[in-house]
């Protein structure tokens, strides 16, 4: 493998993450670039784990999807099992898919049938109990070596900043709107019931954990009618 080359791509596609608006847009380019990057990988994208629960994030086409499927259905698998793990091993690797598997033996014959003949798993980040891993699929047995493996370990590591500094710019993107409809539904209150500033947050706080209401609905909706929303009548039975 040309490592020089390889590392001018890394640096390129390390970019091109930082570049993309959204978290979505990030997992997507992340599978694709497993695609473009890693020698024999056919298929690729990431999933989050959450308790036993699979679901697929990002994908390159219908092969990974089905194999995040099958994994959570089987609870068995190199993906599956990556996104669990704690204890620093970040990496599986099925060498052939097509024949006996010992370590996952119901996984193997169902994923053959899928046209899965190797595959690989990384442990891509952590977040509080959820749990994600990038997944790469060839087609052909024996497509993944010790070589395509390092490779993609160079991705996923790259791929985690990117995500992390995604993630980190979407909270800060939805704190900066709540702030700004919370503040004008505010001065929509103050202005009409002539109250001060504190009054107007207390009114939508107590409004909000009344109703059981998210603080920022409640805010929208004071922007969009002008006033706090009428509360729902129950009906009698």
């Not at 997507?28 to 036993?52: F, K, N, Q, W, Y």
């Not at 097509?98 to 891509?124: K, V």
């Not at 059981?212 to 922007?223: C, D, F, G, M, S």
Request: aromatic share 6%; charged share 25%.
């Amino acid at each position: 493998m040309d490592w020089q080359h390889f590392a001018q791509q890394i640096a390129t596609m390390a970019h091109d993450l930082l570049e993309q608006d959204t978290v979505a847009g990030t997992l997507e380019r992340i599978a694709a670039s497993a695609t473009e990057l890693i020698e024999g990988c056919d298929a690729a994208g990431i999933l989050i784990l959450r308790d036993s629960h699979v679901q697929t994030l990002a994908s390159t086409g219908p092969m990974a999807e089905e194999s995040d499927r099958l994994q959570e259905r089987l609870k068995e698998g190199p993906c599956f099992v990556a996104a669990r793990r704690r204890d620093g091993e970040r990496v599986y690797r099925i060498n052939d898919l097509t024949t006996l598997q010992q370590r996952w033996p119901a996984f193997a014959p169902p994923a053959a049938e899928l046209g899965i003949g190797s595959m690989m798993g990384f442990l891509l980040f952590t977040d509080d109990d959820n749990l994600g891993a990038l997944n790469l699929y060839s087609r052909l047995p024996g497509r993944f070596t010790e070589t395509s493996e390092t490779a993609a370990w160079v991705l996923a590591s790259h791929a985690a900043v990117a995500l992390s500094s995604a993630h980190n710019h979407a909270q800060l993107t939805e704190a900066v709107a709540t702030r700004h409809v919370i503040g004008e539904a505010m001065g929509i209150l103050m202005a009409r019931h002539r109250i001060p500033e504190n009054d107007a947050f207390n009114v939508l706080r107590r409004y909000s954990q009344d109703y059981n209401i998210k603080l920022r609905e409640v805010a929208r909706q004071v922007t969009e009618r002008g006033a706090l929303p009428r509360p729902k009548q129950s009906q009698a039975t």
